[in-house]
């Protein structure tokens, strides 16, 4: 296609080509086919494929730029591209923009499944789009009848920005505990760019301005992204609030080596960096990076009795100057309904409080770790939590190892030394180690309360590469972290900077590099 075009012609060669996506609209698409538009220009309308057209993984239909620089999709009102009920799509170098009403109604580039079946629509590739202007930049659902979504799904290289509600989302039908289906399977997202996607100030019964929402999904990878400066207009009386990256109703997802900052809540709810919510299952968060956001670096929450929500990792993270609206979260923060078997080890975390956003959580100072009745079988192992005068854990009850267990831990404050235990206040670990029974291993202390020595401390970070600034710089018999034979558990081969784990482990995201 091209503005010099005309549809009276085949469009079947740059030198003949259609000149209006509504003529391309009329036409019905089949394996192979391609449509094609001339970068660097601008079509106004929309691209919809329907229910028999699309191709297959061998054959797909490609809607995509030719020529130089990107083509641009500016839909009137509505969505750029729409698929519904087929698959066999990939769609490529591309910018879709919104206007107004698309801003309200729209999505960039939207898959609908409403099939009834049990078949996944199978084969999505997105690369190198830009989406925004839209009210989602991109949305994968299952929507009506449809138990299933869709399957094979790529998402890379793609930026989505300043949308009303979401920068990328997946959803499905209702969870059912008792029968857990998942609508989509075999997802693979990769340096996707999330960020200014606002909310929406009028959205009070449900969260809006998240950069990347994982819903209904088994078996999915969001890998090397960033989310940024999401949230900031969210609902101020929203019941639930947005997040930098979050999954829920999932199984199966692995969140690594991500980057998420500045993530913004309107209300009093959420506004963290990441977050395993209601549901979620056999998933992982590691080697991601945490800062400045309004609620929790990493949220690991369960608000409904279901007890789907059990078997989940957090490890290898860093989390640098979280909570800074919400003092009520914290930089990790667990707790829920009927939540099992959850450990969270290798992490640092660094909460500094001289800076907070508002007054009233500067006098509230959130901890490192904040941990809420619910739980059963945490296991909180290896990290290193620091502060400068804040609480270094604040636990609603009293809990014994045979509900949640920490060792080998460093707690390290330039300030007062606390952790607020149940009813209890406690000023030195070995006062608290006694009364709660924690860091010891077969009845000999362990954990710590010695200076890692982090940068970050005093430092400030205002970016990614400021990771290093939580890398300990100073060697310690008290930063030895105890072996996974003592532990009981596999920490894996890498460490947050990807360097291979040593024999001997240390506390924290960072390991030392040894010879051996």
Request: net charge neutral; glycine share 14%.
């Amino acid at each position: 296609m091209s503005p010099d075009g005309d549809d009276e012609n085949d469009g079947l060669s740059p030198e003949k080509p259609w000149r209006t996506l509504d003529h391309a609209n009329d036409v019905r698409f089949r394996p192979g086919d391609r449509l094609r538009l001339e970068g660097g220009e601008r079509f106004r309308g929309s691209v919809t494929l329907e229910e028999g057209e699309a191709g297959s993984s061998t054959k797909p239909v490609v809607i995509e730029s030719y020529g130089t620089g990107r083509a641009t999709i500016a839909p009137r009102g509505t969505s750029g591209i729409t698929v519904r009920d087929t698959a066999g799509v990939q769609i490529r170098n591309l910018s879709l923009i919104g206007d107004r009403r698309s801003l309200r109604e729209g999505v960039g580039i939207a898959f609908r499944n409403r099939l009834a079946g049990t078949r996944r629509l199978r084969h999505v590739r997105i690369t190198n789009v830009e989406a925004r202007g839209f009210q989602n930049g991109i949305s994968v659902g299952a929507e009506k009848d449809a138990v299933v979504g869709y399957g094979d799904v790529r998402i890379s290289d793609v930026s989505v920005h300043h949308n009303l509600e979401s920068g990328l989302v997946f959803y499905g039908p209702e969870f059912e505990a008792d029968h857990p289906t998942y609508a989509h399977a075999g997802l693979r997202i990769e340096r996707v760019k999330a960020y200014s996607n606002t909310g929406d100030p009028r959205s009070d019964k449900r969260n809006t301005g998240s950069g990347v929402t994982l819903g209904s999904v088994r078996d999915a990878k969001v890998m090397r992204s960033v989310a940024h400066d999401n949230g900031s207009t969210s609902a101020a009386v929203a019941e639930e609030g947005p997040e930098g990256i979050w999954v829920y109703d999932s199984t199966h997802v692995v969140l690594e080596n991500n980057v998420s900052y500045r993530n913004r809540t309107g209300s009093r709810v959420d506004g963290g960096g990441f977050g395993f919510d209601n549901n979620v299952s056999f998933s992982v968060m590691q080697y991601n990076f945490a800062y400045g956001n309004d609620g929790p670096g990493f949220l690991v929450y369960s608000g409904q009795p279901t007890g789907a929500h059990k078997n989940n990792i957090v490890r290898f993270n860093m989390s640098w100057d979280d909570a800074r609206k919400l003092p009520e979260y914290g930089g990790i923060v667990a707790y829920g309904t009927r939540m099992a078997n959850l450990d969270i080890y290798h992490n640092t975390v660094v909460m500094r409080t001289e800076n907070l956003a508002s007054a009233e959580a500067a006098g509230s100072r959130p901890p490192a770790l904040r941990l809420h009745d619910g739980m059963r079988g945490v296991r909180v192992h290896n990290n290193i939590l620091a502060t400068d005068g804040g609480p270094l854990i604040s636990a609603q009850s009293s809990y014994r190892p045979g509900t949640l267990r920490l060792q080998g831990n460093v707690y390290y404050s330039t300030g007062r030394w606390s952790v607020k235990w149940g009813a209890q206040s406690f000023t030195g670990l070995g006062g608290w180690r006694t009364a709660s029974r924690q860091e010891t291993l077969d009845g000999e202390p362990v954990g710590s309360s010695e200076d890692p020595c982090l940068p970050g401390l005093e430092a400030p970070i205002t970016d990614g590469a400021g990771a290093r600034k939580l890398v300990p710089q100073c060697e310690s018999k008290g930063l030895a972290g105890l072996g996974p034979q003592a532990l009981g558990i596999g920490v894996g081969p890498v460490d947050y900077f990807g360097d291979r784990i040593p024999r001997a482990l240390t506390v924290g995201a960072a390991q030392r590099r040894t010879a051996d």
